[in-house]
């Protein structure tokens, strides 16, 4: 996990930590490695956002847009973002012309979806999206997905860290599977205080959990995951029978 104040000239060494962080995980033998939300540019952008500089320095190899904004305290997201309302759909986007060109590609795989593998599939939820009425992982486990990975940008604030892994255990305890957390560490610049805490939860069980108050630059949590002990909970759950 990592996180940089956000300004313009601190792309280079937010990518420095993302490439120390994947080299540590593989060093770990992960398979699946998860970054915090806005890795690249920071979270805390505010007007950035508007700034060309703030999106041309990526490879962009799908967009999973946000379902659901955080709008309330300290993030004011709506200012910047909109939602995306169409699920299980997903489009060719074409990226604008100076995108396009810093990057060399013209267009992207853009909407609600997640990615099949032989033995899992494993789908994106996005920060706010987990403590909303009707959070995505609860269709998509419906549907199959057993791996979800949450990049996000929480702030400190007392409580909310055992707020974060009851939202977690709850996701996986009855319909089974594995939740990845992923968040961002140290002072966006401004007011805000990221406390990181990263975790891996399998069926209700925190496994792996991450330093909640690091100095560090980079720290990497990781978890040896059994996939058919996985599998044994989730088909439990879809194999109870219907009372009406």
Not at 175 to 181: E, P, S, V
């Amino acid at each position: 996990m990592q996180f940089e104040p956000m300004g313009n000239g601190f792309f280079d060494t937010n990518l420095k930590n993302i490439k120390e962080s994947i080299l540590r995980a593989k060093e770990a033998g992960a398979v699946i490695r998860l970054g915090p939300e806005l890795e690249i540019t920071g979270y805390g952008c505010e007007d950035h956002f508007l700034e060309l500089d703030t999106v041309s320095h990526a490879k962009i190899i799908m967009i999973r847009p946000k379902m659901w904004l955080a709008n309330d305290g300290n993030y004011r997201e709506l200012r910047w973002f909109t939602t995306w309302k169409q699920q299980n759909q997903l489009i060719d986007f074409q990226l604008p012309p100076d995108i396009s060109d810093a990057i060399l590609q013209d267009q992207v795989p853009f909407g609600y979806g997640f990615i099949e593998f032989l033995d899992t599939a494993v789908a994106a939820e996005v920060c706010e999206e987990l403590f909303t009425p009707v959070p995505p992982h609860a269709e998509l486990a419906l549907n199959g997905v057993e791996v979800f990975m949450n990049a996000s940008g929480s702030h400190h604030q007392l409580r909310k860290l055992d707020l974060r892994l009851r939202a977690f255990i709850g996701a996986t305890h009855t319909r089974g599977g594995i939740y990845m957390y992923s968040n961002h560490q140290g002072f966006d610049g401004g007011r805000l205080y990221y406390d990181s805490c990263c975790c891996v939860v399998v069926n209700g069980d925190v496994v792996a959990q991450g330093s909640q108050f690091s100095l560090n630059d980079v720290e990497v949590a990781v978890a040896i995951v059994e996939l058919d002990m996985m599998k044994f909970v989730i088909l439990g759950v879809k194999l109870l029978p219907v009372t009406l």
